[in-house]
């Protein structure tokens, strides 16, 4: 059982390594050190990004932590609209109180991403006035606007601006942020911003900025600042987290280090104890974020204009004249099984489901864009059948429809559906133009530090040599999902290397702690989201290298939150 001492700090700042090489910080492990120390209360503020935040939320609510879902967003000193030096991009953290809140926090990321990018995704005062119900809003680090103009002496200008903030967010919902790392710009701030308290009332918080879990980890931190940034480990002038502080304190630690401030200690578990933000993992069909398919002039009802298309197509495909007066055994058998699928299909809500797939795949059709046959349990419907997803006959070849759907399956169906890759983009486009361009986006996805790619990219930043780097790479076998720990199990060459070269021991001080850590963020191939209302009001969105919208929840994140996810796959034999 916990102690009660240790449950009196709550981590505000916590730094995940989904904000791309800016942190050693693996959710899950980070959470388990949390719960270790005894903390009850845990918040993960990324830069910037929201990236981890389900996966946060689950990992804290397994471990008996209560999640807190907050981001260090950057503000535009002089508007969104300024873009003059990156040096106005400013640092406050934005906590969701209430689900309102992170409505409005998931609202602020995406905008910043999708029209604030200078440098920075940013947002400015006047669009955080418009979405500040729900937050609570910290001062942030040094580079925090209130905090700049406290470590810079400008103390008028530290007033007026927390008075702003103040009002923008709520008298009580905006807080002075004491953060101590050991640097002396952040002591002559803190006595700044305690002395502002007292002028105004405005009430300190005490933070730890955490970066890594282990205060040892603090090499190998510095080490993936330089990957992320391109420097070496040797220049002198390159940028550095000063000091070794920046890991998961204990309650003890924090206390010690505010033992004469202890309001803001009893702050932070205030603020913690306020934010109630629950996600919602629907597993009812009727709860999922769905889109709504338009019904044409004359129908009022999904399901009658779902067999309406069901029967055009069996009297095509069958040459059946009346699908409800069957005229033999065969046409019987083709009657029970369409509308026994029908009736599997809207006592489990997918009726929406299997008009949009077959909406898109017609159009596919109808402006000559190859589409494949249909594969895997969707072949074994009828109905897909009927309305032409697939073009295999599941009853020619025995297929069964509740490997696809049944009324037990809690998950959705899942129709894989093969394109022409050159073409795949314009039924995409199809996709947009009818449901909205705010409701349809692709679905990110993480390249991460691999075994052999950490050969290479930490001899670089430590200056051993590309050929060495390479030789060492290329004793890690290739097979795949290969790991640090399995190649020197399986290849002993790899083994003796790391044992007994200066080189490979270097490299290997840092490898194993940044192994599996993201890298980069890319598209997924195939996955694209459709929903029923803007997706930004939903999940947070960004834009890939290309410009393109994308989630910034992966795939499993985002389905889990009830979204629609549908796969356009590109298969090359189409286009042959």
Partial sequence: MRSMKKATFCHLHLHSAYSLLDSTLKIKEAVAKSAEL????????????????????????????????????????NGMAERKTQRDNMSLVLLAETQVGYQNLVKLVSIAHLEGMYYRP?????????????????????????????????????????REYQEILGEDNFFLELMDHGEEDEKKTNQALI??????????????????????????HDVLTCLQRGSLVADPSRYRYPGDQFYLKSAEEMQA?????????????????????????????????FPKFPLPDGYTKEVDYLIALGKEGLSELYTIEDLDQPKNPHEQEI????????????KTNYINYFLVVADFISYARSVGIPVGPGRGSGAGSLLAYSLKITTVDPLAYGLIFERFLNPDRVSPPDFDI?????????????????YGEACVAQIITFGSLGA????????????????????????????????????????????????????????????????????????HAAGVVIAAD???????????????????????????????????????????
Wanted: aromatic letters at 8%.
């Fill in 38 to 77: 005894g903390m009850n209360y845990l918040a993960l503020t990324d830069h910037a990004v929201l990236h981890g935040a389900v996966e946060f939320y689950q990992a804290a609510q397994a471990a008996g932590i209560k999640p807190i879902i907050g981001c260090d967003v950057y503000v535009a000193r």
């Fill in 122 to 162: 940013r947002i400015d005062k006047e669009l955080l006035r418009a979405h500040a119900e729900g937050l609570i809003g910290l001062s942030g680090n040094l580079r925090g606007e209130v905090n700049e103009a406290c470590r810079e002496e400008r103390l008028d200008e530290a007033e007026a601006l927390a």
């Fill in 195 to 220: 002395a502002l308290s007292e002028k105004t009332g405005i009430p300190t918080v005490a933070t730890n900025d955490v970066h890594y879990i282990n205060q040892s980890d603090a090499a190998a």
């Fill in 257 to 289: 280090l505010f033992a004469h401030h202890p309001e803001a200690i009893e702050n932070t578990i205030e603020i913690a104890k306020r934010c109630n933000v629950e996600f919602f993992f629907p597993d009812r069909a009727e709860d999922l974020h």
């Fill in 335 to 346: 009657s029970e099984r369409f509308y026994y699928e029908v009736s599997v299909i809207e």
């Fill in 418 to 434: 093969d394109f022409c890759p050159t073409r795949r983009q314009e039924v995409i486009r199809y996709v947009r133009e009818k």
């Fill in 452 to 523: 052999k790619t950490l050969m290479r990219d930490l001899g670089r930043v430590l200056e051993i040599g590309l050929p060495y780097c390479d030789r060492l790479a290329k004793l890690i076998p290739e097979t795949p999902g290969m790991t640090l720990q399995k190649a020197l199990q399986e290849s002993p060459e790899f083994k003796q290397a790391v044992e007994t070269e200066p080189d490979a021991k270097k490299i290997m001080q840092y490898a194993p702690l940044l192994e599996g850590l993201p890298r980069h963020t890319g598209m």
């Fill in 534 to 576: 803007p997706l930004d009001e939903l999940v947070p969105l960004q834009r890939n290298n290309d410009g393109q919208v994308i989630t910034q929840y992966f795939m499993e994140d985002v389905e889990s939150m009830g979204l629609l996810k549908m796969d356009f796959l590109g298969l090359k034999n189409l286009t042959m």
